[in-house]
């Protein structure tokens, strides 16, 4: 395998999810930060961009933040 540039692999995940529930940026960080996650609309962009690190810890809270399990953010493909 090649050297990659992606800082995660969550993102997309994330943003599809974000997406399917109707949420701009806007309101999923304020929603992350009612979670305790405290992260800007600039900072999630990153994310889903997958230029920037997410930590374990942050995982929880994005999923929390959209009211699923974990393992939905790792899972490839359409949502079911």
Do not use: F, H, W
């Not at 993102?11 to 305790?36: F, H, S």
């Not at 900072?43 to 974990?70: F, M, P």
């Amino acid at each position: 395998m090649g050297a990659t540039n992606t800082k995660n692999i969550v993102g997309p995940r994330v943003q599809l999810i974000r997406l399917a529930k109707g949420m701009t940026q806007d309101a999923y960080t304020a929603e992350c930060n009612l979670v305790g996650l405290n992260i800007s609309r600039g900072t999630l962009a990153k994310i889903e961009s997958q230029v920037r690190r997410v930590t374990d810890s942050e995982i929880v809270l994005l999923a929390k933040a959209l009211r699923v399990d974990v393992s939905e953010l790792y899972k490839k493909g359409k949502l079911t």
